[in-house]
């Protein structure tokens, strides 16, 4: 069932490039469509996940794909999968929302975007390592073109400094798994018998940064994070919500079910070094957000300290801090693509300013009320406040940390507060100010929110309320799945 997510996508987006309707109806309904069908399958397959760590993985496809390589078309789907595709249901979803305003080329622009989804569902569902790494660069094709043609502030530059980055990964990544498949006798890329084969030490001690780096520049690693603020800043809006919400989770995803799963004695020896990098990424990314006057900045790089959760909560190599960092990329991808809806969607396409300095005010003249009620929730999620999401998902990681890296853990909770500091600022100065230094009112009067807009909202707000209030719903189905076989040997550090 859950297979069908791809299937879906690349169909619809073949509909889009082939039919090529000139009534926008049909093109934003078609597009719309496979993105519901897309989050209805993701739904049902992790409400049908049985999620027994006796038998954690749904195979949902094998064939062989090239023989004589061994390389097979293997999708399932474990816990940690499936929260991640019903992630990427949602955000799809939503960014078709916050994307009813494009006209120009919209057939070519919304066939990327669904290229773009199919490829990170495969990503998520793909057990075999060269299938994943074939859907990993089909996911990354469509998102330069998408900021290249439909981006704004120069949006060749963040095109191609997110495409340069993302190759650098990629070839580090290509090395690891060619590494890998020698060294294991040329017979399999199958993920789950390439975990319980093992590799040596010695060989783990070198494969795993080469792997885990490659992989975690697309999740903003620092000090490898530099592609991301920009690309936020220059990406359309859906874009920007998909490239926070779903595309730099492909990276910290890799790093864990390829780079950690296939060597855990080697994330033993290297994980005070990429646990450290994950704190200052939580740190830098929370500072410079604390001084950025452009509204999308502070939000690109508040990506970049939340994404630093993700890491350390990996590097923790505990179930708990592993199992928060599972959760952090579901909120974190909510909460992102929320955040930047409001700043893209709903204020910067009115009122043509994102400085926050011109923007003070809009709530207080009572200018464009749902889009700051929608920017107050999404930053009390992002600071996280209980009731939220980020709040468990965050606790998570810090408990697990302190665990393995207890002034690390301190420091996260330095990071913690900073984030604070820079969300409260941005909420304050571009809603509720009390001095507004440009006639907001009248750039934003008679541009009301529309309907699909306030319907992308509220599935994103309802997402991020419903697993604060229930963490359950994620963490029965996540926390089973670090208990199979292949995962315990990483989580007790290559000694199991």
């Known amino acids: ?61 094998r064939a062989r794909w090239i023989p004589s390589l061994g390389i097979e078309y293997y999708l399932a789907a474990d816990g940690i999968s499936l929260t991640l595709v019903v992630l990427t249901g949602i955000a799809s979803v939503a960014g078709v929302l916050f994307s009813w305003n494009v006209e120009r ?23 075999d390592w060269f299938l994943l790494f074939v859907f990993y660069e089909v996911a990354i094709v469509p998102k330069y073109f998408l900021i290249a043609i439909w981006g704004s502030t120069r949006r060749e530059y ?46 783990q001690t070198w494969a795993f940064p080469v792997v885990f780096v490659g992989f975690a520049v697309l999740a903003g690693i620092w000090p490898l994070h530099t592609w991301a603020p920009t690309g936020h800043v220059a990406a359309p809006t859906a874009a920007s919500m998909l490239l926070a919400g779903v595309v730099m989770k ?23 070094l990429f646990a450290g990098l994950g704190v200052i990424g939580i740190l830098y990314g ?41 959760m952090q990329m579901f909120s974190h991808g909510i909460i992102a693509g929320l955040l930047f809806a409001v700043v893209g969607r709903m204020v910067y396409d009115r009122m043509h300013t994102r400085d926050l300095a011109d923007l003070e005010g809009m709530a207080l003249n ?39 890296f207890p002034p690390l853990a301190v420091l996260a909770g330095v990071g913690i507060v900073a984030g604070a500091a820079y969300t409260l600022r941005v ?37 991020t309320v419903v697993v604060g209030l229930y963490p359950s719903l994620l963490l029965d189905i996540i926390m089973p799945s670090l208990q199979a076989s292949w995962m315990q040997a990483m989580l007790k550090g290559g000694q199991g």
């Open 286 to 326: 929370a500072c410079v957000a604390l001084v950025q006057r452009d509204f999308k900045f502070v939000i690109g790089y508040s990506s970049v300290s939340h994404m630093g959760f993700v890491l350390l909560g990996l590097m923790t190599l505990n179930a708990t801090g592993v199992g928060g960092a599972v």
């Open 158 to 203: 963040g095109a191609m400094k997110l495409a340069l980055y993302s190759l650098v990964g990629s070839a580090l990544v290509l090395v690891g798994m060619l590494a890998a498949y020698g060294v294991s006798g040329g017979q399999t890329f199958n993920l789950i018998e390439l975990a319980r084969g093992g590799f040596s030490s010695g060989f």
């Open 427 to 463: 909420l304050q100065k571009s809603f509720f100010g009390d001095h507004p230094r440009a006639p907001v009112e009248e750039m934003g009067r008679g541009q009301g929110l529309t309907w699909p807009e306030r319907a992308g909202a509220v599935l994103l707000m309802a997402a």
């Open 366 to 404: 009572r200018v464009l009320p749902f889009a700051g009620l929608t920017f107050a929730v999404a930053c009390a999620a992002s600071m996280g406040v209980p009731g939220f999401s980020g709040f468990i998902s965050e606790l998570l990681v810090v408990i697990g940390a302190w665990k393995a």
């Open 250 to 272: 492909l990276g910290a995803y890799g790093a864990l079910r390829v780079g950690m799963m296939l060597f855990p004695q080697g994330a033993m020896v290297w994980r005070p």
């Open 1 to 61: 069932m859950a297979s069908w997510t791809i299937y879906l996508s690349f169909i619809g987006a073949a509909l889009l490039l082939a039919v090529r309707p000139r009534d926008m109806r049909w093109v934003r309904g078609l597009a719309l469509g496979t993105a519901l069908a897309g989050l209805v399958l993701g739904l049902a397959a992790a409400a049908r996940y049985p999620a027994d760590p006796a038998a954690p993985l749904i195979v949902l496809a």
């Open 105 to 127: 080329r919209a057939a070519e622009y919304f066939a990327l975007y669904l290229a773009l989804i199919g490829g990170v569902y495969g990503v998520f569902l793909s057990f």
